[in-house]
């Protein structure tokens, strides 16, 4: 049965074989934020664009201390294979581990099996994985989940610009608005009283008392 996961729940653990290896996947994660995202199949259109972006942008997430890791229902052997044709079709070279999921134990752990979609199964009938994406931070816990249809692919800029997110709210205790990027004003966070965001961030601007701007104290 599938665990109820929310956000600030801590991340299952599994063992599972993967591309580079069998992993403990508590280990995996160690003292990293780490990106989980699942993929309905090996050798399918979707899927295939969308690790090749995730692959070239994987040196953008280790900057940041972010490891990456894929998931698909099928074998580390077909896996192996597919990278091949991920290269050749995007030119992105994935190094990162992809879970071998054929008996979707993984899958129905994170609760990613299709339910909707009745036409997402295999030969067999057995329900593919959805396009799910769980954000971990270093303390086990869950902080983000996105969950896109079979049909619709992601966009990788957006995973790594919810990760800046993250990282700059955990560190400046601020949130940030709508289409946020790195370097723009951020949000004081409600909970901060005037007398503390005064020393925090001198410079923030009152819009309304429940909206105060600042910008960061390293592009101040």
């Known amino acids: 049965m599938a665990a109820v996961l929310r956000l600030g729940s801590e991340a299952p653990n599994f063992k599972a074989d993967t591309t580079q290896g069998p992993i403990d996947f508590h ?3 160690g003292d990293n934020w780490v990106v989980f995202f699942s993929h309905p199949e090996d050798f399918t259109p979707v899927c295939t664009t969308e690790l090749g972006a995730f692959a070239k942008l994987q040196p953008d997430f280790t900057k940041r201390g972010v490891k990456l ?3 698909s229902a099928n074998t580390v052997d077909s896996h192996h294979t ?3 044709d991920i290269k050749e079709v995007t030119g992105g070279h994935v190094t990162f581990p ?3 999921d054929k008996s979707r134990q993984v899958s129905l752990l994170y ?4 339910h909707q979609d009745a036409t997402n199964v295999d030969e067999k009938g057995t329900a593919f994985t959805i396009r799910s994406v769980f954000f971990i931070d270093p303390k086990k816990k869950i ?3 996105l969950s896109y249809p079979a049909s619709t692919g992601r966009n990788a800029a957006e995973v790594l610009r919810i990760i800046d997110s993250l990282q700059t709210g955990d560190k400046y205790r601020v949130t940030t608005p709508i289409d946020w990027q790195p370097g723009q004003d951020v949000i004081v966070a ?3 009283k005037d007398d503390e965001a005064r ?3 001198p410079n923030f601007k009152t819009i309304k008392p429940y909206l105060r701007m600042t910008a960061l104290p390293e592009v101040s």
């Open 111 to 114: 609760d990613m099996i299709d």
């Open 27 to 29: 280990e995996f994660i």
């Open 199 to 201: 020393k925090l961030f």
């Open 143 to 145: 902080r983000t989940i």
């Open 69 to 71: 890791i894929g998931l």
């Open 190 to 192: 409600p909970v901060i």
């Open 98 to 100: 992809i879970i071998g």
């Open 82 to 84: 597919w990278i091949s």
